[in-house]
């Protein structure tokens, strides 16, 4: 039976698997080793501080045993999302670890680089131009926002990958990348069927996090076939079952129906999921409908002030029943001893874990305190001077606030450091969350090629 097959060896470059996995994949003689490198899941900090959420020594102990591996068995290795965000930063931290394993094993190989962060002038060109939409919940697009942000990058779609590989490149490192498209790119150059194709990726992007029990640094596979694919865990410990891969067809998505994605959108109205074997899945009926016109996602960051914390526990029980009024009056004497300061405007907020400390975001959210809370004073300013006066003013306040039937007087909070408050360094928040529509799908996503020949 004709077919395409995919290797998805971790959720994330840089989670890791098991040898025994990656050793049962390669045993299937898949015509492609792909992963996902980065997600927008840890924040904005990452995009605009310019390094990696994953630990470089982490990604480098992936990389050490897929791509000599790849290279062994002749077929391509694709990593999208590089670095973790995808911007040129990003990007040279995993070229740099590529070239060190090519040379440690004398590797020859054709190796292609395709560029996804984007240039002010670029984005505002598109801007005038009246074409970027919003994303939403994201409002209208501003030329202050382009101004502001500290880097832009764009979600590309397979084409930029088959070009690559079109052109023999064997060792594939992008820019930000829509995450299916790094396991789907293959199949699609051959002829398969976009919406199967594009539907496998999402599944295989988070690895074995589709599995039960679920787990994020584990393989899995695909086999990709004209009118339908299969999906396969690769460890005995884990299964792939009907609600497993149904459900995971639905994560981060708002439609069950409807996926979108560069260029159209995945319909899952004729989807059908079969359990073919213990482990086994086959999906059946996805088809992908190509939007009127081709838009790609850009994320930019712009830079917020700089944060400082402080972390300490609560265990009085009167105080506890006392912590969100306690916690207001620190809040008001702050606002008061500062109020004709020349701090400018800063952000202080009380993280109260045990009480709503994650479930505070939803105001009609009920919950009892525990016999014990942890409050995490969080201050943003536009220095990290600024953040930690706040801090510390909030920190020693709350310490001796006195509240009626307080029994000592020696401190409120328990702190588990010295020094009591501690520098989280600059703070990124997302302006840019927005659909810039082009003319090609392949016009502003470069691609740079380079010959390895026995490392060098």
């Known amino acids: 039976m004709k077919e395409i097959r995919v290797l998805s060896p971790t959720a994330i470059l840089g989670y890791g698997f098991p040898m025994k996995s990656f050793e049962e994949g390669m045993k299937r003689k898949p015509h492609v080793i ?126 930029p990958f088959i070009e690559a590989l079109s052109q023999g490149a064997q060792v594939i490192l992008a820019g930000r990348a829509y995450d299916p498209t790094v396991f789907s790119a293959l199949a699609i150059k051959e002829g398969y069927p976009k919406g199967l194709a594009i539907h496998m990726g999402k599944i295989l992007e988070c690895a074995a996090i589709a599995a039960l029990p679920g787990s994020g640094s584990d393989c899995m596979f695909g086999y990709l076939r004209e009118d339908h694919f299969e999906l396969e865990t690769l460890n005995p410990v884990r299964k792939c079952t009907t609600l497993s891969i149904a459900a995971h067809t639905l ?39 190509p939007t009127d016109g081709y ?80 409050i995490i004073i969080e201050a943003v300013g536009a220095t990290q001077q600024i953040a930690d006066t706040i801090c510390s003013f909030a920190r020693s306040t709350f310490l001796h606030y006195g509240y009626e039937g307080r029994v000592s007087t020696a401190g409120n909070l328990a702190f588990p450091f010295s020094p009591s408050d501690a520098h989280m360094g600059e703070v990124y928040e997302f302006n840019i969350y927005h659909l810039m529509w082009v003319e090609s799908p392949t016009e502003h996503f470069p691609i740079t090629y380079r010959e390895f020949k026995e490392g060098k």
Not at 272 to 287: K, L, M, P, S
Not at 316 to 326: C, G, T
């Open 34 to 159: 792909a992963v996902d490198a980065g997600s927008t899941d840890p924040g904005p900090y990452y995009l605009g501080a310019g390094i990696s959420f994953t630990d470089p020594n982490s990604v480098r102990r992936d990389l050490d045993i897929m791509i000599p591996a790849a290279i062994e068995a002749g077929i391509p290795v694709i990593i999208g999302t590089g670095g973790g965000s995808g911007g040129h930063p990003h990007v040279a931290i995993v070229r740099s670890i590529i070239e060190g394993i090519a040379e440690k094993h004398s590797l020859s190989f054709k190796y292609a680089e395709i560029s996804s962060e984007f240039d002010k002038s670029l984005v505002r060109k598109y801007f005038e131009a009246g074409k970027i939409t919003p994303l939403a919940p994201a409002p209208e697009l501003t030329e202050k926002d382009i101004d502001d942000a500290v880097r832009i990058v764009a979600q590309m779609g397979e084409d």
């Open 295 to 374: 838009s790609v996602k850009l994320e930019g960051v712009r830079l917020r002030g700089y944060r400082t914390i402080s972390c300490a526990g609560v265990a009085d029980p009167l105080l506890i029943s006392k912590i969100d009024e306690v916690k207001e009056a620190v809040r008001d004497r702050v606002t008061d001893n500062f109020r004709d300061s020349d701090l400018g405007d800063y952000f202080l907020d009380f993280k109260i874990y045990g009480r709503k400390g994650i479930m505070g975001m939803f105001p009609n959210y009920e919950s009892e305190a525990g016999p014990e809370l942890l």
């Open 251 to 289: 994560y981060e998505k708002s439609n069950p129906y409807m996926l979108p994605g560069p260029g159209g959108t995945l319909n899952l109205h004729n989807t059908t999921f079969e359990q073919v074997a213990d482990n086994r899945v086959r999906v059946a009926g996805t088809v992908f409908e």
